[in-house]
C-alpha cells in the first residue's frame, strides 16, 4: 500500500501508534500457542550418564618395601654436606640403623594409615629379592581383584638402571641385587598402583610401558600359536589399569636441601599439610607473617579429621583446593578414574598435585602414569596460600594466649563466586570452577543451606549441569542429606532431586535402597508445604514407581496412593497432573497397588479430572484409568465391572478438544482391548460381517461424479496423508432407527461390499503371536472399511456372531475406537487404527473353519467377561440362554450347538491360495475359535508372552516423559517473550506497531468515504474452485480454500505462497475458516461440514504447513452437499469459539481449555447458516436457513438464552452481522436480497434495503459501512450503507475483457477497503477504492 507519506510521518501520529499497539495488541490472549501445540509429546533424549563408577575399587593390601641400608650411602650418588636426612620426619642418624629402619618402617605404615586404615600393611625392610617376591604374591593372592599398592623407598641402593632394575640386596648385606621390573609385574599383577621414591624414578616408569607392551604382544602370538610356551601358562595379567607415581623424571636426582626431608615425595604424598606449611614457611613471602617459625607449625592445634579445628580446616580446604584443579584440569573420564574411583588413589593423586609443586620449586618433575596435565600453576593454589595465611597469623596469639580460632572465609568466598558465576554469566560458557567446592562445603552446617540454594539454581541451567554436577560427585553427598531432618532444607533438595531424576531416572534404586522415598512421601503428605514443592515431590515418587517393581512396593506401603488421591483437586494444575501420573505408575502392572486403589476408589476420585479445564491434566487422569484397567492379572466379577465403568467413563471423551488427551484415550482403550482381546475378538468378528452384508452409504450427492478435485498444478506441494474424520457414534438402538438414518444417506455402490478382502492377510510366519503384525501398509481394515463400519454399526443383525449383547461394552468401545479412527488429528487416527486392526487380525486369523452364521441354533451366549459366573447377557430376540461353560480365562470356548453337528464347510476367513493365512493348513479341522495355533499348544490360561504385551508396548504416547521435560528444563530463567531484549519480543513489537500502522491507515481512507470500488488490484487462477476466501487482517495475504486444500496468495504481490491439503475425507468440504492470532502468530482454524476443526500453523513462510491441533467441533453433522456445512466465528479476546451449521444447537469451544463450554439450542428446526458475535455483550446472533436470525445471550441458562427472534426473512439467510461497537446493530441478508438492520433491543427491523435477488455470496465491511453481493448471474454488486450501488463489476480487467463466472464467495477485507471475489470459473480477483484515495 502506498500510503500518503505525511500521514506516515507526523510525531503525533508516531505517538498514537505506540499507544494504541500497546493498549489493544499486547492485552489479547493467544490461543494454541501453548507447549503442547508448538513441540512434539514425546520425552528428551536420554544423555548418555557416565557418571556413575562401574567398577568402584578398594586399595587393599599395601606393600612397604624401603631399602635404606642406614649409615651405607650408595656408590652412584654424591650426595652433598649438609644433606636432607629425614625419612618419614625420623633421623636415622639419631639411633642405631636397625631401630632407625624399624621406626622409619613402623612412622611409614601410619601414615598411609590416615589415608586407608582399612588396609593390610607388609613392611619389607632391606628386603631380599626373595622376599619381595613372596611380600607381592601373597598380598596379590588375598587381594583377588582388588587393588594392591607398592610402596618403593630406594634412597639406600643404586639408582635404576636402564634396563628396567631397581636395587634390593643380598642376604647378608655384601651386594646390591638388581631385581627386574618384569618380575615385578608379574608378582604384583593387576590393579596396582606403584610408587617410587628414589632418583631417576622416571627411568621405571618408562620401563614398565615397555615390558607392558611386550606381555601384550607375547599374548597376541600366544593366542595365535598353540605350541608356544605362554599358551599352556595361565595368562599374565594386563598392566593397563596400574597406575604408577614417581619423585622425579628419568635424569633428575632428588633434592639434598637439609631444610627438607629426603624423602620429600613420600612426605608430600602421605604428610601434606605438614610439608605444605613448611614449605610455606621457607618461602621469601613467609616473612610477612610475623612470629611464625618451623617449630611452632609442629604446635597447630586440632586433628586433621577434625574440620572445626585449625588444622582439620586446613586439610579441608587443601582437600577441596586439589579436587578442584584436579577437576577444571583432567579429562573428565580420567578424573573420574583417578579421583572418584578408590579413596586411597584419590587422596594420593590429590596429595600428588602437592608434590608437582613443591617439588618443581627444587628442579624436580614428579611423573604420574597416566600423566596429568601440569597443574602447579593453577590459580587455585593461590586461594591455599592465602588460606594458610590466614591460619598462620593467628597461630602465634592462639599458641601464646589461648584466643579463639577465627574460621576461614574460604568457603563463604567460593559460594560468592560461584554465585557471580550464575548470576552474571553468558550462556555458553565454560563450567564454573567451583563446582567441586559447592560439594565440599554441603559437609558444612554453616554453609549447606547457601551451598544447596545455589547448587539448585545450577541445576536449574539444564540437563547438562545436571550431568557436570553428577560427575563432580554431588550424588551421595545430596543422597545423604535425605537422612537431615531439616525443615528448612526440604525444598531446596525436593528442587535438586526433581532436577536429577528429570535426567536421570535410574537413581530411582539408590533412593529406594536408602529410603530416600520416605522423604519425598512425608514432603507430599505436608499440607503445609507449597503446592511446587509437593509438585516435585510427587514427580520424584513418580520416578521412582515408574516400571521399577520394588519403589512401588516401598511407596505403596508408605501409603502413596492415598496421599495422591488426597491431592487430586488441589487447585496447582501441575500438581493435579503429577499426581495423577504418580497414581498410574504406581498400579501400572502392579497388582497390590491396583487393589489398593479399588478399596480408596481412586478411579471414581480420577473420574473429577477427566473434565479438567487443562487438557495435560485431563491427559494424566487418562493415563491413570488406562494403566488402572490395563493390568493384566486374573479378573474376577468386580474387577470387571470396574473395568466397564472405568470403559465407559473414558468413552466420553471421545470429542475431547485436545488430540493429546484422545490420543491417550485411544491408548488407555487399547489396554482394555488386550485384557478382553476375545471379547473384542468377536464383536470385531461382528462388525466385519456386517460391514460386509452392506451397502456402503455416501453422503456425497449423485451430482458431483467424481467427487475428485482438479488436478493441481505444482509439483512443491506438501501433501498430507489424508485422514478421514466425521460423524460420531450414533446410539441408534434398534434397526428402525438404523434404516431411518440410512434414508436419509444416498446409498450408491461406491466400492461395493468387497472392500474387506481377506486376501492381504499378512503372510509372515511370526503373524500370529504379536498383535497388528500386518505392517501399516497392509492393514486389513482400510480406511474405508472402518469408515463404513462406523456409518453402518447397524445393531439390526439378530443372528449375532456370539451371543455378546449387542450394547455391551465391548461394542460400545469398539465404536468409540472406530470413531477415533476417523479422527480429524493424524496421529490419534493412526493409533487407533492400529488397535483395531490388530484385533480384527487376530479376529479373522482364528475365526474357526466353522460357518458360524450358519447355525440358526446358536443362540448361546458365552461369556461377556472373562470370568463371568454365569451371569448371562439375554439376546434379542434368541432364545433364553444355556448355562454356559464359563471358562476362566480370555480364550473362551464357544459352546458347540447340541446334537446337530454342523457340516464342515470352508472357513469364510481362509484366504486364497494367493495369499496363505499362516499356518492354516496346520489348524485342526475344528478348533477353538480364539485358539492359540498348532504350534503353541499353551494351557487356556496362558498368554503367549509375545501375544499380550504387543498393544501396550508398543502404543506410547510419550506424555509422561514429555511432562517431565519441564523439571529438566531451566524453571527460574525469564520465558523468552517477558525478556524484554529477546528477539521473540522485538518480533512481537514489530507485528504490533505493524497492526496499528494498519488500523490507522486504513481509518483514515474508511473515513474520507469510498465511493466506488471496482479498481482490480489482484487476479490470478486458483488450483481449485475457490469456496471460503480470508484476508489475513494485517499482511498482505489471502486464504483460498477449494474443497479440501488452502491455498495462500500475496496479493501485492501477485504471487502463490503456498497450497496444501487441508486432510479432510473426500465426501466433505471445507465451510469456514479463521485466522486465529491475526495480530500476532498467525494460525489459520479450517472447519469442513462434517464438523471437524482443523489448525494450521507455518503456511506461506517457506516451511512446511504443520497441523497444530484437529479436533470434532459438532459431532453429529451429515455431510450434505446442500446444507450449510460448518459455520464458526471467532472470537480473540476470550479465546472463544462459536461452531454451528447443519445442527439444532450452537456449540462455544473454549481454546484455551480445549474443551466445550456450552451448547446453546437453537430451538429452529433448520441449520445455522451465519454467526456472529460480540464479546463486549456476550450477544451471539446466527442467521438461519428458515429465514429466521436469532439473537443469544450466552451469560444465561439454555432455556432462556435466545433473547430474541425476527423472522422477517422469508429464505435462507446468506450473512448475519453484529456490529461490534456498544450501540452496534444487527444486519442480516437473505437470499432474496432483502437486507435489514436491527436494534438488539427492538423486535422489529429499523430499516430495510432491496438489493439483487438470487444472492450466492455477500459479505459486509466491518469499518466502511459497505456490503458486496454476488450472485448466479454473473456479477458483483458493492452497495454503501444508504443502499445505493456504488459499484457493479462483470468483467474482469484485461484477458480481453472476460465475464466472471458465478460468485462462489466473496470477503471484504477487515480494514482496507479491499473485496475479495472467488468465483466457479477457478478466478480469484480482488477490488479495492480508486487509487488516488489508496
Known sequence: MKMDSDLLHSPAVGLTEEEEADMNDWKLPLTFMKKRHLEKIEGSKALAQSWRMKDRMKTVSVALVLCLNVGVDPPDVVKTSPCARLECWIDPLSMSPQKALETIGANLQKQYENWQPRARYKQSLDPTVDEVKKLCTSLRRNAKEERVLFHYNGHGVPRPTVNGEIWVFNKNYTQYIP??????????????????????????????????????????????????????????????????????????????????????????????????????????????????????????????????????????????????????????????????????????????????????????????????????????WQAWDLAVDICLSQLPTIIEEGTA??????????????????????????????????????????????????????????????????????????????????????????????????????????????????????????????????????????????????????????????????????????????????????????????????????????????SDPIPEVRCAAVFALGTFVGNSA??????????????????????????????????????????????????????????????????????EPGNMTPVRDSPAIPRLRSVNSYTNIRAVTTARNLNKSLQNLNLNEEGGPAAFSPGNLSTSSSASSTLGSPDNDEYILSFETIDKMRRVSSYSSLNSLIGVSFNSVYTQIWRVLLHLAADPFPEVSDLAMKVLNSIAYKATMNARPQRILDSGSLTQSAPASPTSKGTHIHQAGGSPPMPS??????????????????????????????????????????????????????????????????????????????????????????????????????????????NARVRRQSRVITQRGISRLDDQIFINRN????????????????????????????????????YFYNGNPRYTRITAMEYLNGHDCSLLLTATDDGALRVWKNFADQKNPEMVTAWQGLSDMLPTTRGAGMVVDWEQETGLLMTSGDVRVIRIWDTDREMKVQDIPTGADSCVTSLSCDSQRSLIVAGLGDGSVRVFDRRMGPSECRVMTYREHGA????????????????????????????????????VLQTVKGLTALDIHPQANLFACGSMNQFIAVYNANGDVISNIKYYDGFMGQRIGAISCLAFHPYWPHLAVGSNDYYMSIYSAEKRLR
Request: hydrophobic share 40%; charged share 20%; aromatic share 10%.
Open 179 to 380: 631385581l627386574s621390573i618384569y618380575d615385578l609385574q608379574t608378582w604384583m599383577g593387576s590393579p596396582s598402583i606403584f610408587v617410587y621414591d628414589c632418583s631417576n624414578a622416571g627411568i621405571i616408569v618408562k620401563s614398565f610401558k615397555q615390558f607392558a607392551l611386550q606381555r601384550e604382544q607375547e599374548l597376541e602370538v600366544a593366542a595365535i600359536n598353540p605350541s608356544h610356551p605362554l599358551a599352556q601358562m595361565p595368562l599374565p595379567p594386563s598392566m593397563k589399569n596400574c597406575i604408577q607415581l614417581a619423585a622425579c623424571e628419568a635424569n633428575e636426582l632428588l633434592p639434598m636441601n637439609p631444610d627438607l626431608p629426603a624423602d620429600l615425595f613420600t612426605s608430600c604424598l602421605t604428610t601434606p599439610i605438614k610439608i605444605a606449611l613448611r614449605w610455606f614457611c621457607m618461602q621469601k613471602s613467609a616473612k610477612l607473617v610475623p612470629g611464625v617459625t618451623l617449630d611452632l607449625i609442629e604446635k597447630i592445634p586440632g586433628r586433621l579429621n577434625d574440620r572445626r579445628t585449625p588444622l582439620g580446616e586446613l586439610n579441608w580446604i587443601f582437600t577441596a583446593i586439589t579436587d578442584t584443579i584436579a577437576w577444571n584440569v583432567l579429562p573428565r573420564d580420567l578424573f573420574q578414574k583417578l579421583f572418584r574411583q578408590d579413596l586411597l588413589v584419590a587422596s594420593l593423586f590429590r596429595n600428588f598435585l602437592l608434590a608437582e609443586r613443591i617439588m618443581r620449586s627444587y628442579n624436580c618433575t614428579p611423573v604420574s602414569s597416566p600423566r596429568l596435565p601440569p597443574t602447579y600453576m593453577h590459580a587455585m
Open 405 to 610: 580460632f577465627r574460621h576461614s572465609p574460604f568457603f563463604a568466598e567460593q559460594l560468592t563466586a560461584f554465585q557471580v558465576w550464575l548470576t552474571m554469566g553468558v550462556e555458553n560458557r565454560n563450567p564454573p570452577e567451583q563446582l567441586p567446592i559447592v560439594l565440599q562445603v554441603l559437609l558444612s552446617q554453616v554453609h549447606r543451606l547457601r551451598a544447596l540454594d545455589l547448587l539448585g539454581r545450577f541445576l536449574d541451567l539444564g540437563p547438562w549441569a545436571v550431568s557436570l554436577a553428577l560427575s563432580v560427585g554431588i550424588f551421595p553427598y545430596v543422597l545423604k542429606l535425605l537422612q537431615s531432618s531439616a525443615r528448612e532444607l526440604r525444598p531446596l533438595l525436593v528442587f535438586i532431586w526433581a532436577k536429577i531424576l528429570a535426567v536421570d531416572s535410574s537413581c530411582q534404586a539408590d533412593l529406594v535402597k536408602d529410603n530416600g522415598h520416605k522423604y519425598f512421601l512425608s514432603v507430599l503428605a505436608d499440607s503445609y508445604m507449597p503446592a511446587e514443592h509437593r509438585t516435585m515431590a510427587v514427580f520424584i515418587l513418580a520416578v521412582i514407581v515408574n516400571n521399577y517393581n520394588t519403589g512401588q512396593e516401598a511407596c505403596l506401603q508408605g501409603n502413596l496412593i492415598a496421599n495422591c488421591l488426597e491431592q487430586l483437586s488441589d487447585p496447582h494444575p501441575l500438581l493435579r497432573q503429577w499426581v495423577a501420573i504418580c497414581l498410574g505408575r504406581i498400579w501400572q502392572n502392579f497388582e497390590p497397588a491396583r487393589w489398593c486403589g479399588v478399596r480408596d476408589s481412586a478411579h471414581e476420585k480420577l473420574y473429577t479430572l477427566l
Open 634 to 703: 486374573e479378573r474376577t466379577d468386580h474387577s470387571t465391572t470396574i473395568d466397564h465403568n472405568v470403559a465407559m467413563m473414558l468413552a466420553q471423551l471421545i470429542n475431547d478438544g485436545s488430540p493429546v488427551v484422545r490420543k491417550e484415550l485411544v491408548v488407555a482403550l487399547s489396554h482394555l482391548v488386550v485384557q478382553y482381546e476375545s471379547n473384542f475378538c468377536t464383536v470385531a468378528l461382528q462388525f466385519i460381517e456386517e460391514e460386509k452384508n452392506y451397502a456402503v452409504p455416501s453422503p456425497a450427492n449423485a451430482a
Open 885 to 994: 461353560t464359563s471358562s476362566s480365562s480370555l480364550t473362551n470356548e464357544v459352546p458347540k450347538p447340541p446334537a446337530r453337528e454342523q457340516p464342515v464347510t470352508r472357513p469364510p476367513y481362509t484366504p486364497t491360495l494367493g495369499g496363505q493365512a499362516p499356518h492354516s493348513h496346520q489348524f485342526p479341522r475344528t478348533r477353538k475359535m480364539f485358539d492359540k495355533g498348532p504350534e503353541q499348544a499353551a494351557e487356556d490360561g496362558e498368554e503367549p508372552g509375545g501375544h499380550r504385551n504387543y498393544v501396550s508396548l508398543a502404543l506410547q504416547t510419550g506424555l509422561c516423559d514429555w511432562s517431565a521435560k519441564y523439571f529438566a528444563q531451566p524453571v527460574m530463567k525469564i520465558p523468552e517473550e517477558h525478556d524484554l531484549e529477546s528477539q521473540v519480543r522485538m518480533e512481537r513489537q514489530w507485528r504490533f506497531l505493524r
Open 1023 to 1058: 488450483p481449485g474452485v475457490p469456496s471460503v476466501v480470508k484476508f489475513h487482517p494485517f499482511n498482505t495475504c489471502i486464504a483460498v480454500a477449494d474443497k479440501d486444500s488452502i491455498c495462500f496468495w500475496d496479493w501485492e504481490k501477485g504471487e502463490r505462497l503456498d
Open 1212 to 1247: 435462507w439467510v446468506v450473512k448475519a452481522h453484529l456490529q461490534k461497537e456498544t450501540d452496534g446493530n444487527i444486519i442480516s441478508v437473505s437470499v432474496n436480497g432483502d437486507v435489514r438492520f436491527f436494534e438488539p433491543r427492538t423486535p422489529d427491523s429499523i430499516n
